[in-house]
């Protein structure tokens, strides 16, 4: 079985290589079955897994969320990223803890997410998803480990048309120290190509989705 540490590294280069598909288990078994495809590296899914515990998307407390990445980077040979929701905490203090917590469960990369669940799903302040996110930055450097921060920002999921926004929220982000910048919801191929010349992001179109060849001639 491949060490942690070599799936952190692997996981590393693919980011440096260019682009890769990220597909999404929800279980050991579809995690094993897209391994066995020939898949280079897994994301979870923090709505797919916890429908699969009869919850709505968002109902798995933390350490239900820390079992389920912990089975799954055991069971396959691949590098995971962690769909981590918005950290499972509020404060910076409390997204470090769960950061550490996730590194220990051996995933290769994870994303904080500016969504405060708490306050009923608004997005966080600038100031404040920023604070977060450099709390998670200080939490992996602290270990030596070579995990991959994924910051995500949620506006385009709320409103598509903010396009300007998303790209002003990505840079701050990589600015705070992200690795990798995630924005779900883009949905023109224009947007998508303002967005890869102006941050290094991977991006999540929305349905009909092209192919991977007709996103990197779009990208490029």
């Given at each position: 079985?491949?060490?942690?540490?070599?799936?952190?590294?692997?996981?590393?280069?693919?980011?440096?290589?260019g682009c890769f598909v990220l597909p999404n288990p929800w279980d050991v078994g579809s995690a094993r079955m897209l391994e066995h495809l020939g898949f280079k590296a897994l994301a979870s899914t923090s709505s797919g897994f916890a429908w699969t515990q009869g919850r709505p998307d968002y109902g798995v407390t933390r350490d239900i969320a820390l079992d389920h990445l912990s089975l799954i980077s055991r069971s396959v040979s691949l590098p995971v990223n962690a769909d981590f929701e918005s950290g499972f905490a509020v404060d910076p203090e409390g997204v470090a803890e769960s950061v550490g917590l996730a590194i220990?469960?051996?995933?290769?990369?994870?994303?904080?997410?500016?969504?405060?669940?708490?306050?009923?799903?608004?997005?966080?302040a600038r100031a404040e998803a920023l604070a977060r996110l450099r709390s998670a930055r200080s939490a992996i450097d602290a270990v030596g480990g070579d995990v991959i921060l994924v910051a995500r920002t949620e506006l385009l999921l709320d409103d598509p048309a903010q396009v300007a926004a998303a790209i002003d929220a990505l840079v701050a982000f990589a600015d705070a120290g992200a690795d990798c910048l995630y924005a779900p919801g883009v949905r023109k191929a224009e947007d998508i190509r303002?967005?890869?010349?102006?941050?290094?992001?991977t991006m999540a179109p929305a349905s009909p989705r092209p192919s991977l060849s007709a996103l990197v001639r779009t990208i490029w």
């Open positions: 079985m491949t060490s942690v540490a070599e799936k952190r590294a692997e996981f590393r280069k693919l980011h440096e290589a220990a469960a051996g995933v290769a990369g994870l994303s904080i997410e500016d969504r405060n669940r708490e306050a009923g799903g608004a997005l966080y303002a967005m890869a010349r102006a941050v290094a992001a």
